[in-house]
C-alpha cells in the first residue's frame, strides 16, 4: 500500500505564494521561471500572463519616462488653430477645460482634467517612482510596491486614447465650418497614446512585482 503522507503532500495544493490568476478569467496558475524571450499563456482563455524579456524593466521606465514628458507637452503648447470667417483662435487641453469653469459644467471640466491629465500622470509618476532603482540594481524605494499597486488602480481610468477619439470625431464635424491646424500639443498626445500602448504591452506585472519583492532595502 502506498505511503498515505506521501500520497496526501502529492495532492496538497502548492503555497498560495506559487500561484497567480489570470486577470481575464481568474484561472489560477503555478507560477515558474520563464527562458528569455518566452511568454507564459493562460490554459483557458490564452491570455499572456508572463513574459521574460532580457532588460524589459529598463525599456518600460524609458517608455514611462518619454509619456511623461509628452505629456507635459501636451498640456503646455497649442493643441488646435481654428480659423472660421476670419477669426483666429488658439486654444491648449488646459484652456479647453477650463473653459467649463462654471455652474454644473464644472464637475465635467474636473471629470476631464481628471481621467485626461491628472491620473495619467500619477501613474506614470507611481511607475517611474516603482522601478526606477530597479534599473540601475538597487533596493526599491520605501513604498514602491504600493506605488506600483496605485499605477494597476489607475490603469482602466487612464483614458488618453479615449480623448484622442473624442477629439477626432468633433473635429470631423468642425473642419466643414473651420479651417484646422493641429499644434504641437496634438502631435505630442498622439504620440503619449502610442508610447502608453507599447508600455502597457511590454510590462510584465507578475516580474516587476517579484523584482519589488525581491529587491527590498
Known amino acids: 500500500m502506498p ?15 506559487d500561484l497567480i490568476a489570470c486577470p481575464q478569467c481568474d484561472t489560477l496558475h503555478r507560477v515558474h521561471d520563464l527562458p528569455d524571450d518566452a511568454q507564459a499563456h493562460c490554459q483557458r482563455c490564452g491570455l499572456v500572463i508572463v513574459t521574460s524579456r532580457p532588460k524589459a524593466i529598463a525599456l518600460v ?24 470667417q476670419g477669426r483666429h483662435n488658439s486654444i491648449s487641453m488646459l484652456q479647453a477645460v477650463m473653459a467649463f469653469d ?14 485626461i491629465v491628472f491620473l495619467p500622470l500619477t501613474r506614470l509618476a507611481a511607475i517611474i517612482y516603482a522601478i526606477g532603482p530597479l534599473v540601475r540594481d538597487r533596493p526599491a524605494r520605501r513604498g514602491a510596491q504600493r506605488a506600483f499597486a496605485l499605477a494597476e488602480l489607475l490603469r482602466p481610468w487612464s483614458m488618453a ?14 473642419a466643414g465650418i473651420a479651417s484646422v491646424t493641429f499644434g504641437p500639443a496634438f502631435w505630442a498626445f498622439c504620440a503619449l497614446v502610442i508610447v502608453t500602448v507599447l508600455k502597457d504591452q511590454l510590462i510584465c506585472r507578475v516580474s516587476i512585482w517579484k523584482a519589488l519583492e525581491q529587491s527590498k532595502g
Request: no cysteine; net charge negative; charged share 10%.
Open 3 to 17: 505511503d498515505k503522507r506521501t500520497v496526501a503532500l502529492s495532492n496538497a495544493l502548492p503555497p498560495l505564494a
Open 61 to 84: 521606465l524609458s517608455l514611462a519616462l518619454t509619456a511623461f514628458v509628452l505629456m507635459i507637452a501636451a498640456i503646455s503648447f497649442p493643441f488646435l488653430d481654428l480659423d472660421a
Open 102 to 115: 462654471s455652474g454644473v459644467a464644472l464637475l465635467l471640466a474636473v471629470a476631464v482634467a481628471g481621467f
Open 161 to 174: 486614447e479615449i480623448f484622442i477619439v473624442g477629439v477626432s470625431v468633433a473635429l470631423i464635424k468642425v
